[in-house]
């Protein structure tokens, strides 16, 4: 089965994923809000399967992981502890003529902004562009009835603050020890001076973050652990090994509160390329050190066994919940021409563990008590997991519509079903059929989706 390589693929995406119910523009019917994007039907199933798997990995199947949710508004000074109010900047530029506003080293500004050689690109005018002045990228709102400075908070940038201000109340009603962990996913928001490439920046987001605390000393051996756990988890997403690689953060590429720094890149192609994912970041002290320092309450922890107190290091991993969906939707598209059919199909060959629906089921014809079979069953899977029931058209397009949307497999009942109670199970990527008990349909899917 050739498969046709597609230079296109985040465009084909964008039409799939509206046309299927996967993800929208937000408020489309206005005009739409600027790089915000709702998740319909099929696209929330996707995100919230990546969620739990998330979950599980980092904070159910280990003992050294606590889950946290923290509020997305936090007391002002947690931004000025974090360093995100003098620091969390981009330096932007505006142009005079059109009003037009572009981060300050974008490669399609011709000429140094603030002089006349300067050219805006997108009226063309030449020496209508400011000087780069710093704007800082968070959301601002007000809390209470009073609209002034002494109301200001903020939508978080990131979870991880809120990790930070709870590392003792965590530590303390779980008693874990060092090492251990806190994990949270959550909403966060950034008001990004050039998003763009569909949800892969976002000025809405979500990030699924674990901050990781250890003895000083010892950071560098749990980074490295972190580092190949991660890249192991975005595999086991199916994510291709070849389209995922580490980028190691030079010097000058270091954010202000970071010792080392690895990102996770995928390749998503085209123009984006290998592009971060997922951060890994050893913070040394730098957060907990800022949150005592600010507001005055010791945050270091006891040692007991050893009669110590230390302020513990943090290693940190940092991924964003809708980049690694777009991963995923753009890893698992693909176009294929079938032996022996004219039309080609499109199939997302999305990880059964995270495809939206698992199985569709289909009555090969509309008579014989085969939609009464096929009801049935689909009833009785519904209670495990998310099925698909489909009666309408040729088999072979009711196939095509479910490989579109990523489901695994396909359950026919046919004639043969009603006389013997079996049914077909067709493969999604090998488009094998084989023929099972309807008994055992449910038993035979339920295991392959969580392996
Ligand atoms: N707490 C550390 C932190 O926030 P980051 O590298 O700024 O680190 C981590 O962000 C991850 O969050 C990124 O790897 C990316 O997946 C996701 N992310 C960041 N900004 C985003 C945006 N504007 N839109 C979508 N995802 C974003």
Redesign the pocket.
């Given at each position: 089965m050739p498969v046709t390589a597609s230079p296109d693929v985040l465009e084909k995406l964008v039409s799939l994923c509206k046309r299927r119910g996967f993800i929208f523009q937000s408020s489309e019917i206005y005009g739409g809000t600027g790089s915000v994007w709702d998740y319909g039907p099929l696209g929330v199933e996707l995100k919230k399967n990546l969620k739990d798997r998330w979950w599980h990995a980092m904070v159910r199947a280990r003992d050294d992981i606590e889950g946290l949710d923290a509020a997305i508004l936090m007391h002002p000074r947690v931004w000025e502890a974090s360093g995100h109010v003098a620091t969390f900047t981009d330096p932007l530029v505006d142009c005079r003529n059109c009003k037009k506003r572009f981060r300050a080293d974008d490669p399609k500004i011709k000429g140094t902004p603030g002089t006349p050689d300067a050219q805006c690109p997108a009226c063309g005018m030449k020496g209508t562009l400011s000087e780069p002045r710093l704007f800082n990228l968070m959301f601002k709102t007000y809390m209470g009835p009073v609209e002034d400075s002494a109301s200001i908070v903020y939508l978080r940038?990131?979870?991880?603050q809120g990790i930070y201000v709870n590392f003792l109340n965590v530590q303390q009603s779980t008693r874990q020890k060092v090492p251990f962990g806190i994990a949270q996913i959550g909403k966060?928001f950034?008001n990004?001076i050039t998003?763009g490439n569909f949800?892969?920046?976002?000025?809405e987001?979500?990030?699924m973050?674990m901050q990781f605390f250890v003895e000083p000393g010892t950071d560098m051996h749990w980074f490295e652990y972190w580092k190949e756990q991660r890249l192991n988890w975005h595999k086991s997403l199916g994510l291709a090994a070849e389209r995922l690689e580490f980028h190691q953060h030079s010097k000058e590429e270091l954010?202000h509160y970071a010792r080392a720094a690895f990102?996770?890149q995928f390749d998503f192609g085209g123009t984006l390329g290998f592009q971060?994912?997922?951060?890994v970041?050893n913070r040394g002290d730098f957060d907990l050190s800022r949150h005592q320092e600010y507001s005055g309450k010791k945050l270091e922890y006891f040692d007991q066994p050893n009669n110590k107190r230390f302020l513990p290091f943090v290693v940190?991993t940092?991924?964003?919940?809708?980049?690694?969906t777009l991963a995923v939707l753009v890893n698992a598209f693909r176009e294929e021409s079938v032996e022996g059919e004219d039309e080609g199909r499109t199939v997302l060959g999305i990880h059964p563990s995270l495809a939206p629906i698992k199985a569709g089921v289909f009555p090969l014809v509309k008579k014989d008590g085969m939609p009464e079979f096929a009801e049935k069953l689909t009833a009785e899977l519904r209670q495990r997991f998310p099925v698909f029931y489909d009666e309408s058209g040729a088999i072979g397009r009711r196939y095509r519509r479910q490989d579109e949307v990523g489901t695994p497999y396909c359950i026919t009942v046919d004639g043969q079903t009603m006389e013997d109670g079996t049914v077909t199970i067709r493969d999604r990527d090998t488009l094998q059929q084989e023929r099972v008990a309807a008994d055992h349909v449910a038993r035979i899917i339920q295991a392959r989706i969580l392996t």
């Open positions: 940038p990131e979870t991880a966060a950034r990004e998003p949800i892969f920046r976002t000025r987001f979500e990030q973050e954010a990102d996770i971060e994912i997922e951060g970041h940190e940092s991924v964003g919940a809708d980049r690694t």
